[in-house]
């Protein structure tokens, strides 16, 4: 029985919503004071740090969470530390009694959680923990011999054979007042600002801020503008850089601020009868970044290790820093390369079909081992997810589970001419290219010295030539 005093703790994590969260929904149905905490944990043991895109992304992220709970009457506490002492610490801070989370699904993240768990059964504090982040949690989809799965369309198909994707938890309609500490004492917060998650000399993030807006607002603003739009062309919208053609949702499901139940009922609700088949390619979408999740659980060291242990023995060849950075900082000579890397460093953000593209100019025409640039995305992306990242470099490279085959190398001309023919896309990235005429802005080395922008780093044909004999090295 709860002491007149007991509390509640809700500890968000990659879940800064209000909407569709379980753990804040059942701890505010239980009625008592609850501490929503989130807690900057950068010192248990395998918590990978974040990046500086993500890191700025969580600043504006926590910010709008703090103002959504003061205007439901409730407020954030931001405590820094090793999670597992932190709540200790503050469940003895405010007597409580109760204490719920939202699943993750690393290993390093698990063990943490895990270690609370067994904290809280000891120690009298009911711990509950909820599915809020993946549609199919990774150890639920199985293959008939019961392992997990290592190629999409039978792993996607396995989930919408399961028909099992829970209801929707709209946010509670009040939110229980803040546990106050013993003695009526507050907890003392932490300053957003004393984290030093924003740049500051220099301040790269002017362009970020242009572009996104983080928190729960902008991600549901970002599905309608979606779903009202683009979605029920996403076919053939998503392959061209040049247009807003996808729903760029992807920093707002890393940080949790849009539910995958959430854009799945607004779809159902949006299209009752049929979803079309566009709609159907978004919904797979979602499916492979729930796959990635699904090889992550079970190959945690996904960001360091090949998925495939052939590749063990890949001789990548080393870079020179001059040529890492024409790769980084889009001066590789080749157009599609460069302006996704530039918008990459602008915006935070990539298309996916240049990130394609500028992976497979890293990997295969450069031979730089994958990690590389995966650290880079890791970096520099503000959607920087600890599966969806490794998964597609590991695709890409061809380490990975249904990776891409050896011998396709995306050839960067071919593909813009193909998917931003006008070159729309270059032009916009790339000011040095701007003055050139009609189809010249794809090979600019053919029109001469241009002013300003690099000739090719590497030449196509025989970069080509030289991975694909090292790739049929694998095969010996
Ligand atoms: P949409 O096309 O609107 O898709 C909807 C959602 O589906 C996305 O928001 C994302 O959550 C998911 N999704 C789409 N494609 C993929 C995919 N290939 N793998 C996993 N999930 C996908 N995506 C990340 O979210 N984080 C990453 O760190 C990341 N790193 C990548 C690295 C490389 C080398 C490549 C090739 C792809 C990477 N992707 C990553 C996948 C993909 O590029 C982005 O999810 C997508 O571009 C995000 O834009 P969007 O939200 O408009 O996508």
């Known amino acids: 029985m709860a002491s007149s005093d007991a509390s509640s703790i809700v500890w968000l994590r990659d879940d800064l919503r209000l909407d569709d969260n379980p753990a804040l929904t059942h701890a505010a149905a239980l009625g008592l004071p609850v501490t929503v905490v989130f807690i900057l944990d950068e010192e248990s043991a395998g918590i990978r740090p974040l990046g500086g895109a993500s890191r700025w992304w969580l600043h504006h992220s926590l910010a709008a969470l703090a103002t959504a709970l003061e205007d439901e009457g409730s407020r954030l506490l931001l405590r820094r530390g090793p999670a597992a002492v932190v709540i200790e610490d503050l469940a003895a ?14 290993l390093p993240e ?52 399961t028909e099992d994707i829970r209801d929707l938890q709209e946010a509670p309609q009040q939110l229980p007042s803040p546990a106050t500490g013993k ?17 500051h000399s220099p301040d790269w993030s002017v362009g970020l801020a242009a572009t996104w807006e983080p928190g729960e607002d902008g991600a549901r603003r970002r599905l309608e503008d979606f779903l009202d739009g683009p979605a029920e062309e996403y076919g053939t919208g998503r392959n061209v850089p040049g247009v807003e053609g996808t729903s760029r949702l992807s920093p707002h499901l890393r940080f949790g601020e849009i539910s995958p139940f959430r854009v799945w009922r607004e779809i159902r609700l949006r299209f009752p009868r049929q979803v079309p088949a566009d709609v ?19 190959n945690p060291e996904l960001a360091t290790r090949n998925y495939r242990p052939e590749f063990d023995r890949f001789e990548w060849q080393s870079l020179s820093s001059g040529e890492l950075k024409a790769w980084q900082q889009g ?12 918008q990459l460093w602008q915006t935070g953000w990539m298309h996916n079909r240049v990130r394609m593209a500028a992976a497979s100019f890293l990997v295969k025409n450069l031979l730089a081992d994958w990690r590389i640039g995966e650290q880079w995305f890791w970096d520099t992306l503000v959607d920087a997810d600890a599966a969806s990242n490794p998964a597609n470099w590991q695709w890409v490279a061809g380490s990975g589970a249904d990776a891409s085959p050896y011998f396709r190398i995306f050839n960067p001309v071919t593909q813009s001419k193909k998917f931003d023919s006008a070159g729309r896309y270059l032009r916009q990235y790339i000011p040095e290219l701007a003055a050139l005429d009609g189809k010249a802005v794809h090979e600019p080395w053919k029109a001469g010295e241009v002013q300003g922008y690099p000739g090719p780093l590497v030449g196509l044909p025989e970069s080509r030539e030289r991975a694909l004999q090292t790739y049929s090295k694998l095969k010996d």
């Open 110 to 161: 698990r063990t943490v959680d895990d270690a609370v768990s067994v904290w809280a059964d000891q120690n009298g504090v009911h711990g509950s923990s909820f599915q809020a982040n993946l549609l199919f949690e990774p150890w639920t989809i199985r293959t008939g011999a019961g392992g997990p799965y290592k190629v999409f369309t039978p792993f996607w198909r396995a989930c919408l054979a």
């Open 183 to 199: 003695g009526g004492v507050v907890p003392p917060n932490e300053d957003l600002e004393s984290w030093n998650l924003l740049p």
């Open 280 to 298: 159907g390619i978004f919904r797979s979408e979602l499916g492979w970044r729930e796959f990635c999740w699904h090889l992550l659980h079970t």
């Open 93 to 106: 801070e405010t007597s409580a009694t109760h204490l719920f989370w939202n699943r993750r699904y690393g």
């Open 331 to 342: 001066r590789t000579g080749y157009p599609l390369v460069d302006a996704g890397m530039r």
